[in-house]
């Protein structure tokens, strides 16, 4: 039982290049996330999706798209980088109402 | 939306003394108080949470407290280990549990 999968776990990207990050979980979950980690920021929800087929902005959307490929895979785009857009991104799952939220170990991205 | 603050930013401690990392939250319609540990490398962990209908909950050197009069919580780790040395999270979200709103979290540093 492999958790929250995230590939890949370190990126660097010139500006203006597109990358998908990957997102896979094995819990069965139906609501999935997308966060970045910045210091002094906290996490902060960029997108979520609450069930298969459904996707939600969260609190920073802005450069992201998403897709929820199936009930186990969630993906986040940046169609063209930013140096903004250089941060910690988690993906993270949970159970339908019912907390906590479990996360993966991160990518790790870097934009110049 | 919801706003949670969070405070110190950064915490030492000596071994064998406690540590306590405070939080509050703006939306009153917010009902689960959940705490993050996240250590290096990782993606956050929950360690213990709250919901509202409780003022206090314990899970061996660890409590956490809530106030829903005055909106803020706290967490309190007892007789601190090496091992504690982290980055804490306090979150806040409401009954649907589908947007979690993170603190800027607080790095502890417990010296042996």
């Known amino acids: 039982n492999a958790g929250v999968t995230q590939t890949p776990k370190f990126q660097v990207l010139k500006t203006g290049q597109s990358m998908t990050l990957q997102c896979a979980q094995d819990?069965?979950?139906?609501?999935m996330y997308w966060y970045r980690q910045d210091p002094g920021m906290g996490l902060r929800l960029i997108y979520y999706?609450?069930?298969?087929?459904?996707?939600d902005k969260g609190e920073v959307p802005n450069g992201y798209n998403v897709s929820r490929l199936n009930k186990r895979e969630f993906s986040l785009r940046l169609e063209s980088a930013a140096p903004s857009q250089t941060s910690v991104y988690f993906c993270?799952?949970?159970?339908?109402?019912?907390?906590?939220?479990?996360f993966g170990n991160g990518t790790r991205l870097t934009v110049t | 939306g919801e706003n949670v603050e969070q405070h110190p930013s950064t915490l030492s401690v000596q071994e064998g003394d406690s540590a306590v990392i405070k939080c509050t939250y703006s939306?009153?319609?917010?009902?689960?108080f959940p705490w993050y540990k996240q250590e290096l490398g990782k993606g956050p962990q929950l360690i213990i949470d709250?919901?509202?209908?409780?003022g206090e909950k314990k899970d061996q050197r660890i409590a956490v407290t809530l106030n829903k009069t005055a909106k803020h919580f706290s967490l309190h780790i007892t007789e601190t280990q090496p091992e504690d040395s982290a980055v804490y999270f306090c979150?806040?979200?409401?009954?649907?549990?589908?947007?979690?709103?993170f603190g800027t979290g607080t790095k502890l540093q417990v010296i042996p």
């Open positions: 993270a799952s949970m159970g339908q109402g019912s907390p906590p939220l479990h």
């Open positions: 999706s609450a069930s298969e087929g459904t996707t």
């Open positions: 819990m069965n979950h139906n609501s």
């Open positions: 709250i919901r509202s209908n409780v």
């Open positions: 979150a806040a979200s409401t009954g649907g549990y589908q947007k979690v709103t």
């Open positions: 939306d009153s319609a917010s009902n689960y």
